[in-house]
């Protein structure tokens, strides 16, 4: 991850990994609130950083097939954009966050559209569960690529 650390923080923040989410994903700092756990998931996602994402998982969800499950989508994924549109406190210990991530796995450019749901537990925010949409996306060579670059498809991620 050393490289990583001058490199811009995956979730879109706009700041270095480093001052971003990584001190999430190290437990050198705790999340406040449901967007930045969210956030540092997603990170963690594109850095690969499985053992974050488990113990990020509501205790009461977690289950022997998990982590295994979590490795393998984190393995043969690439993740290119993140936009999250609202994040939503309903009260003291729930929270929610609807986000859009653009990915491509099996070279397969996909949308996942989330309503995610999380909970306040023993003092620390834990993914619960999504509602979720998956959506394919057709690419022409001279859309825009998902990726946020500003460049056509055929220039940027459709190469190869």
Same mark, same amino acid.
């Given at each position: 991850?050393?490289?990583?650390?001058?490199?811009?923080?995956?979730?879109?923040?706009?700041?270095?990994?480093?001052?971003?989410?990584?001190?999430?994903?190290?437990?050198?700092?705790?999340?406040? @609130?449901?967007?930045?756990?969210?956030?540092?998931?997603?990170?963690?996602?594109?850095?690969?950083?499985?053992d974050?994402?488990?113990?990020?998982?509501?205790?009461?969800?977690?289950? @022997?097939?998990?982590?295994?499950?979590?490795?393998?989508?984190?393995?043969?994924?690439?993740?290119?954009?993140?936009?999250?549109?609202?994040?939503?406190?309903?009260?003291?210990?729930?929270?929610?966050?609807?986000?859009?991530?653009?990915?491509?796995?099996?070279?397969?450019?996909?949308q996942?559209?989330?309503?995610?749901?999380?909970?306040?537990?023993? @003092?620390?925010?834990?993914?619960?569960?999504?509602?979720?949409?998956?959506?394919?996306?057709?690419?022409?060579? @001279?859309d825009? =690529?998902?990726?946020?670059?500003?460049?056509?498809?055929?220039? =940027? =991620?459709?190469v190869?």
């Amino acid at each position: 991850m050393s490289d990583l650390n001058q490199q811009l923080c995956p979730c879109g923040s706009k700041q270095l990994f480093s001052a971003c989410c990584q001190p999430y994903i190290k437990a050198e700092k705790t999340v406040e @609130n449901a967007e930045q756990l969210m956030r540092s998931r997603y990170s963690a996602y594109a850095t690969k950083a499985v053992d974050y994402l488990y113990q990020t998982q509501a205790p009461a969800t977690r289950d @022997n097939q998990l982590k295994q499950d979590i490795q393998a989508f984190a393995e043969q994924t690439q993740f290119l954009h993140l936009q999250v549109h609202q994040h939503t406190v309903l009260n003291d210990k729930q929270q929610q966050v609807e986000f859009t991530a653009v990915y491509k796995v099996q070279n397969q450019f996909q949308q996942l559209n989330e309503l995610s749901d999380f909970i306040f537990e023993d @003092n620390q925010w834990y993914y619960q569960q999504g509602k979720s949409d998956f959506i394919s996306l057709k690419l022409g060579r @001279n859309d825009p =690529c998902p990726c946020q670059s500003g460049k056509k498809f055929k220039k =940027c =991620c459709g190469v190869g």
